[in-house]
């Protein structure tokens, strides 16, 4: 079982930035897709944005949010910028291995004033 651990998330301002940190457990695992999800209160789960040979971004943070890896820790990572308010959700970071696939526990990013 491969565990991811998250970090990074916080409250801050509209404008403001954070970056979210997404650990594998075990380095040395074959990890061929990452990726960011969020999840609002009374909404559903959507993609933010995924990496694999290429990155793909969700339309409302194309600009804004950059998703990038460091494959020697077995990290994926979300640069936000220029947060507004409608991105406030949970974030949630996702792996794929041979072995299966691996959530993290979620962490909490607020945009507020």
């Known amino acids: 079982q491969v565990q991811l651990v998250e970090s990074g998330g916080g409250l801050v301002q509209p404008g403001g930035s954070l970056r979210l940190s997404c650990a594998a457990s075990?380095?040395?695992?074959?990890?061929?897709?990452m990726g960011w999800y969020r999840q609002a209160p009374g909404k559903q789960r959507e993609v933010v944005a995924t990496?694999?040979?290429?990155?793909n971004y969700a339309d409302s943070v194309k600009g804004r949010f950059t998703i990038s890896r460091d494959n020697a820790k077995n990290t994926v990572y979300l640069q936000m910028n220029s947060l507004k308010p409608e991105d406030t959700a949970v974030y949630f970071c996702h792996m794929r291995t041979l072995g299966g696939q691996y959530w993290g526990q979620g962490t909490q990013v607020t945009v507020s004033s």
């Open positions: 075990r380095s040395g695992t074959s990890i061929y897709f």
């Open positions: 990496i694999t040979s290429t990155t």
